[in-house]
């Protein structure tokens, strides 16, 4: 089956049902954000869930190693960040080199960030795209792994625009996401 999978997510989560609905071996889910839409996507999956509010810790370090203990203990051997909006520690990283792979909704090195639709729009780019990429200790600069451009439209709102990227992503992603298990 390949390596198992440990997602970390903050929003929605329509990212992580695109890697369910794909059967992949996701074991474990974890959030910065109680109540997070993935969460209640995880449950209902039946796959063990645990929050990591940063209020919780003494500091950014002691969370990112409690989350990444816990992870471990599940198996986990692929980290994949779908929609993760928190930058990932040392503590974290270093206990899955290589191993940390993210989905940016830009066609990255342009408009890294937590604002990267809105960047777009407002660069007024005819098109941007989807990235997914290795994490290192930057912020969305490690090395890419596959992209796929995505028009922008004059009339584009930042939502129309975001579907129409996150759609690319629920296909680019479980792709790759599947050739790492595997490798
Ligand atoms: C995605 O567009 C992802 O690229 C970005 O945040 C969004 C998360 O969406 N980092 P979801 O939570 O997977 O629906």
Known sequence: MGKLIGVLASGAGSNLQALLDARLPVVAVASNVSGAGALERAAGARIPT????LEAYADRDAR???MADWLEAR????VVCA???QLLRPAFLGRFPGAVVNVHPALLPAFPGAHAVADALAAGVDESGATVHLVDYGVDT????RQERVP???DDTLESLHA????VEHRL???VVRELIEA
């Open 64 to 66: 990112d190693a409690a």
């Open 50 to 53: 645990a929050v990591f509010r």
């Open 75 to 78: 198996g986990v051997r692929l």
């Open 83 to 85: 929609g993760y909006m």
């Open 142 to 145: 490690g090395p890419v792994l």
């Open 164 to 167: 129409r990227i996150r759609q």
């Open 173 to 175: 992603l479980p792709s």
């Open 152 to 154: 922008v439209h004059r």
